[in-house]
Structure formats: structure tokens, C-alpha cells
């Protein structure tokens, strides 16, 4: 096996090309966006500094002799899968999830209902949104999710503006925050505190905000006994089922903003006639095996904005398979099904749906390049393109890729912008932006 094509510069693309650059196998990332790191970059909360480190790692196996960069090519837009077949001996789809779910109630699409993967896309800098994406002019917000976004969300929503300066946040995201008029945020969960999915430590940083106390009626933690002995025996439950009952303890301080948490309360209709003015949810009963039954009575939470946090999926590539009741491509260990020639795989959320921490895509991308190299073992390669033949591909279909030095020139126009700024980094938004500075540089360099 001489080349591979990885679609997808994030953690599950990355530790693929590390799988195979280790191996001596020559390896060219695709990127749609100018730049790479993916989820990392544009998922994990700015405030999150030590999980954000894993840059370092990526930025090694991206500086490798047998790895390019292409930033700014998008599939089917600027080179088809088949011209990236013809090219190389078999490409890995990690393309990630990158559509919400809907929850299928009245309102979903009023004003003020958001993804709150669209937040996050927002206040981590993401070109795809604009930076007036979001004003927060909102006395009340829902949040709904008991996972680690919902917690991102209500955290970045109640923390201090000052608090987010040593981030790589932009700018119009700390300005947009700083004016927010949000006072109380009530954080949702359809089933008990046993069945929520956050982490202890995510879970533990929401009571340490120094603007925001946590109510938490103490009721919201009754349990049965089989559902007791459920958390006892899991370490990890019983960490988060602890820290809440330290917080179903507290008295309020008198902050500024309270975060509300409320169980077992299932979304019934977003209000509002133009724009969200509230949401109405029923309440549940959870039995011993975690199943969720209505209750019959019904909770009105006022609002003027709503994120909902209820998973993400994947979208179709043209010319692979696509289950669209998960969002992911079928595969078998990352070999993608029905693909008679056996040159196509996936790794990442894309593959297995949006589930595990950073780490957990490079296990998952292990799975898929072993398969991938048990695969080639038996079979006879015939791609006999050079390495430069890509590049005039891309050339002639008039497409500006940009490389990991041409990054690298972003990287250091983001850590001078932050430090005009008395801070140490500070995100480039606009894909325009990143490339006119790439455009200085090249300028720069052939003068």
C-alpha cells in the first residue's frame, strides 16, 4: 500500500493518519475548512485548556514527511470520492456528524430555538456561523440534555465574561457574552440523575462558577432502591449522584445567575407565536431499568431562549451508503459495507455516532486502519499516480487548498492577534480571514 486519502482533519481523521504514517504509508488529509483539528477546535469548550493540548499531537503527525494537508477541498464539491479512488489506494471517511437531531415537538423552529451545537460552533469561532449568530438578550433559558454539551452550554451561558479571557474565544463571542442579560438557566433532563451522561468533572465545574449558584430541589434526587443500588455499583454514578447531593444542599448565595437542574421532565411544546416566550414539558416516571413513562402533570418553565442538546448526526456522501436512522455510514470494523472494492472505510463519529471523549476516536481509528491494512495484504494495487498529480487535480478544478505550513501561518496570526490584545490567543473566525493571511504570507515569502 503506497497512499491513502483521509477525508477530515479532526481527532478521528488525525489518529488515522498517524496509524498510517507510522506504518510508512504516504498519507494526504482533506479538510472543507481552512484549517485542521476539527472537534477539537470547534467542539471542546474554549475553557477546557488540557483536553485543547491535544493540538500538540495533531500538529506532529500533520509536520510528518509522509503526511500533506488540504485544507479548504470539500468532497463533492472540489474532488469527488471517485477521483480520490483513482488517486489513491483507499480513503477513510472521518467526516463526523455535523447535523442536529430534532426532538419532534410544536415550536422547534421558533426564534430563539437553537442546536446547541450551533453555540458551540459559535462561541468557539466556527466559520460557518456569523458573529451576530446569537444575542443574548434573553432573561430566561432551557437548556435540555443531561450530557456534557448541555453542561458546556449552561456553563459558558453562566460564567463571567473575565472569566473566558485566557480562552482563544473571538472577540465578538466575549462581547456578545459579556452583554448577555440571562439571569437563570434551567437545565433539562427527560430521565434521573442515574441516567444522566455528563462526566464528574464537567458535572463538578458547573457548582464552582463564581457568578452562579445551583438549585437543585433536593426531591429532584429521589430514587427507588433498585436505582440506589444501580448507582452504588457504578463509581462513576455514584460521583455525580454525591456531587448532587452536595448541591441539593446549599443554600443561594445571592449570585448573579442560578442554574436550575430539573429530572425526569420530558419536552412537550416549545411556546411562543413569533418567538420563544417558553416550554411546556410533562412529568415522567423512571422505573429500575432506566425506561421513561409519563406522569400526566404538566410543567410550565417560562423562556426567551432554548437549546436543545439532544445528539447530533451524520450526513450522506455521494456514492456510499448511509443509515439515516443513526447518521452514520454501515461498516463493519470501519469497512464500509456494500463497497464491493473494499477501499472505502470510516472512522470517528461518522462511523459509530457521536459517542466517547477525544481519546476514544484513536481506539476507534486503530479498529479502522487495521482492517484497512488487513484488507490490502490481499489485494494487488493499481493506482499509479505520483504525489503531484493531486495537487494538479486540484489545480485545474480551480480550488485554493491550503497547507499545514500555510496553517501554520494562521496559527501565528491568531497568537499575535491575541496578544494585541492582552491575551494569548485569539481565534480567527472568517475562512476569508485565515486566507488573506495566508495570502500575506506567500506574498511575504516571494518578495
Not at 453542561?151 to 474565544?169: Q, Y
Not at 479498529?367 to 491494512?373: G, P, R
Not at 496570526?413 to 486566507?435: F, I, P
Request: glycine fraction near 10%; charge should be neutral.
Amino acid at each position: 500500500m503506497r497512499a491513502v486519502a483521509v477525508v477530515g482533519a479532526g481527532p478521528a481523521g488525525l489518529f488515522a493518519s498517524d496509524a498510517l504514517t507510522k506504518r510508512g504509508v504516504r498519507v494526504d488529509v482533506f479538510e472543507r475548512l481552512p484549517c485542521p483539528y476539527g472537534l477539537l477546535r470547534y467542539g471542546v469548550a474554549p475553557d477546557h485548556l488540557k483536553i485543547k493540548s491535544a493540538v500538540a499531537t495533531f500538529r506532529k503527525i500533520l509536520a510528518r514527511e509522509e503526511a500533506r494537508f488540504f485544507g479548504n477541498v470539500e468532497i463533492g464539491r472540489d474532488i469527488t470520492l471517485e477521483e480520490l479512488h483513482r488517486h489513491y489506494d483507499a480513503v477513510v471517511v472521518a467526516v463526523g456528524t455535523a447535523q442536529h437531531r430534532w426532538m419532534g415537538i410544536p415550536g422547534e423552529k421558533l426564534a430563539g430555538s437553537f442546536a446547541a451545537g450551533r453555540f458551540v460552533s459559535w462561541y468557539n469561532g466556527h466559520p460557518d456561523l456569523e458573529p451576530d449568530a446569537f444575542e443574548l438578550s434573553a432573561r430566561s433559558a432551557v437548556v435540555i440534555g443531561m450530557g456534557n454539551v448541555a453542561l458546556d452550554v449552561s456553563r459558558v451561558l453562566a460564567k463571567n465574561p473575565a472569566e473566558l479571557r485566557h480562552t482563544d474565544m473571538p472577540q465578538h463571542v466575549l462581547d456578545v457574552l459579556a452583554r448577555s442579560q440571562i439571569s437563570d438557566i434551567h437545565l433539562i433532563g427527560r430521565r434521573g440523575p442515574a441516567q444522566a451522561k455528563f462526566s464528574s468533572v464537567e458535572l463538578k465545574e458547573l457548582g464552582e462558577l463564581a457568578d452562579a449558584d445551583v438549585i437543585l430541589d433536593p426531591s429532584e434526587l429521589d430514587v427507588d432502591e433498585p436505582t440506589r443500588a444501580l448507582i452504588s455499583a457504578q463509581p462513576g454514578l455514584q460521583r455525580n449522584f454525591d456531587i448532587l447531593q452536595e448541591w441539593a444542599e446549599r443554600k443561594p448565595q445571592g449570585r448573579p445567575r442560578r442554574i436550575h437542574m430539573h429530572f425526569r421532565l420530558n419536552p412537550g411544546e416549545i411556546l411562543g407565536t413569533h418567538r420563544v416566550e417558553g416550554i411546556r414539558l410533562e412529568r415522567m416516571v423512571v422505573g429500575p431499568d432506566g425506561r421513561a413513562a409519563a406522569a400526566g402533570d404538566m410543567v410550565h418553565i417560562p423562556a426567551q431562549i432554548v437549546f436543545r442538546s439532544v445528539g447530533y448526526l451524520g450526513t450522506p456522501l455521494a456514492g456510499l451508503p448511509f443509515d439515516p436512522s443513526r447518521g452514520t455510514i454501515p461498516n463493519t470494523g470501519g469497512r464500509v459495507e456494500s463497497d464491493s472494492a473494499g477501499r472505502t472505510y470510516v472512522a470517528g463519529w461518522i462511523k459509530r455516532g457521536p459517542t466517547g471523549i477525544i481519546g476514544t476516536n484513536k481506539s476507534d481509528a486503530n479498529e479502522t486502519i487495521q482492517t484497512l491494512l488487513g484488507d490490502a495484504a490481499d489485494r494487488t494495487f493499481d493506482t499509479t499516480s505520483s504525489e503531484r498529480d493531486i495537487v494538479d487535480l486540484l489545480r485545474k478544478n480551480s480550488r485554493r487548498y491550503v497547507t499545514a505550513d500555510d496553517w501554520l501561518a494562521v496559527d501565528s496570526a491568531e497568537v499575535a492577534l491575541g496578544q494585541s490584545m492582552g491575551r494569548a490567543r485569539t481565534k480567527l473566525h472568517r475562512a476569508e480571514d485565515m486566507l488573506r493571511v495566508i495570502g500575506g504570507e506567500h506574498r511575504a515569502r516571494h518578495a
